[in-house]
Each structure stands twice: as structure tokens, then as C-alpha cells.
């Protein structure tokens, strides 16, 4: 589906930006790694407070562990990504011990910070909401009172289609979005 924006003027690396499902094997070069971090390190938060935690695996027992963390349906594509990262986000401020309800937000604002980084540098990433939280939680050496796992991404280069299961395959073309009108009104 061409996805065709609504509004001149926007940043193509916006609707550009999209979660593919065929990932090549070959590693992550570790400048880019960390320029996807630091991409995220500049997210905005609440109070700055900077909620998310990022642990990933580019190799080795941390990748084999982060792999069993994903549901199986995610594995499938997952699998082959070689660097997994575990989005988390802390739900209470450190200097007050206060309820911090903005959190998850912020924890998104620097996932699509990363993943926009990512693009940039020729990489792509997808997130998973299926995975089993109490495994990352175990596998991150993090416990839920700390900080909440929310989101799994799989990082990489792109991958060859062909190379997907068929019924994935058949799936794998960026998708379209609500009209604007849908979700945006002016007061
Ligand atoms: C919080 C979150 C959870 C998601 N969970 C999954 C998932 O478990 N499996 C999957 O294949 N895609 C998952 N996705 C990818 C979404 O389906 C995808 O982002 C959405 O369809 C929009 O497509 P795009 O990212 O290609 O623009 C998730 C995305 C987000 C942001």
C-alpha cells in the first residue's frame, strides 16, 4: 500500500518509516548501535526524567535469552534479527518515589526516536507487544517494582522476503493509516 501523505510539507521519513519482518542475520555495527541509543537518549520526558530503561543482545546467551522473551508467532520473524532490546519504563520518579503516569510515553518517544534513527542509518526496526513480560523482566535481570517491561524491538538490516514464510511474505509491504480527520479535531 503507497503510503501517500495527507499533508505536503511533512518529513517523508516519517510515513518512510515502517516494521518489516525480514531481517538479515549480519550484525549490527556497533557505531550505529550506539547511535540508535543516543537518538533516544535525546527524547523528551516528563520532569526530564528520562523513564526508559533499553537492555538488548547483539550476540551470544544475551541474544539466545532475549529470543525466548519474544511469543512464538514474533520468533518466527524475530528470530532472525540480530540485536533484540527490551523497552522498559520506570513508573515512579527517583527523587520523590511519586507515581510517574507519563512514563510509557516518554518510553515511546524514545523508541520512535531510535527507530527513526535507524532508518536513517539504512537499519530497521520493529516492535513486539508480544512477548511474555515476566520472561524479559528475568531474563534483564529487572524486577516489575523497578521498572515495567513494555515493548520488545528487534533491530537489524533489511532482509530478503523470499526468505520469510510464505503466509509473512505475503504480508510484508508498509501499511496505511486513518485519515487524519478520524483522529484530530480543532477546538
Ligand atoms: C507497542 C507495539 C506493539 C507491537 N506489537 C507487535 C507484535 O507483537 N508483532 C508484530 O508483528 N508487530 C507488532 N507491532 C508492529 C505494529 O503492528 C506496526 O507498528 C503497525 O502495524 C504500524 O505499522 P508500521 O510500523 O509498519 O508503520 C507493534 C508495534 C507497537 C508500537
Known amino acids: 500500500m503507497p503510503r501517500i501523505p495527507q499533508a505536503d510539507r511533512v518529513d517523508p521519513r516519517f510515513?518512510?518509516?515502517?516494521?518489516?519482518?525480514?531481517?538479515?542475520?549480519?550484525?549490527?555495527?556497533?557505531?550505529?548501535?550506539?547511535?540508535?541509543?543516543?537518538?533516544?537518549?535525546?527524547?523528551p520526558s516528563a520532569s526530564n526524567e528520562q523513564p526508559w530503561r533499553f537492555v538488548y543482545a547483539d550476540g551470544g546467551p544475551g541474544l539466545d535469552a532475549l529470543?525466548?522473551?519474544?511469543n512464538d508467532s514474533n520468533r518466527r520473524w524475530a528470530g532472525k534479527a540480530p540485536v533484540l532490546c527490551v523497552v522498559f519504563a520506570r513508573r515512579t520518579f527517583?527523587?520523590?518515589?511519586?507515581?510517574?503516569?507519563?512514563?510509557?510515553?516518554?518510553?515511546?518517544?524514545?523508541?520512535?526516536?531510535?527507530a527513526l534513527q535507524a532508518r536513517s542509518l539504512g537499519l530497521v526496526t520493529h516492535a513486539m507487544g508480544g512477548f511474555s513480560v515476566q520472561a524479559a523482566h528475568d531474563a534483564c535481570g529487572i524486577a516489575p517494582e523497578e521498572a515495567e517491561a513494555i515493548c520488545v524491538i528487534a533491530i537489524g538490516h533489511p532482509g530478503r522476503v523470499e526468505e520469510l514464510p510464505e503466509d509473512l511474505a505475503n504480508r510484508e509491504a508498509p501499511n496505511g493509516r486513518r485519515p487524519v480527520e478520524e483522529w484530530l479535531r480543532r477546538l
Do not use: M
Not at 36 to 41: K, N
Not at 67 to 70: H, P
Open 15 to 43: 510515513p518512510e518509516r515502517w516494521s518489516p519482518r525480514a531481517f538479515d542475520p549480519r550484525p549490527v555495527d556497533a557505531q550505529d548501535l550506539a547511535a540508535l541509543f543516543e537518538a533516544a537518549r535525546w527524547a
Open 67 to 70: 529470543r525466548q522473551v519474544v
Open 94 to 114: 527517583e527523587k520523590s518515589g511519586k507515581d510517574n503516569r507519563w512514563a510509557p510515553f516518554d518510553a515511546g518517544a524514545a523508541w520512535q526516536s531510535l
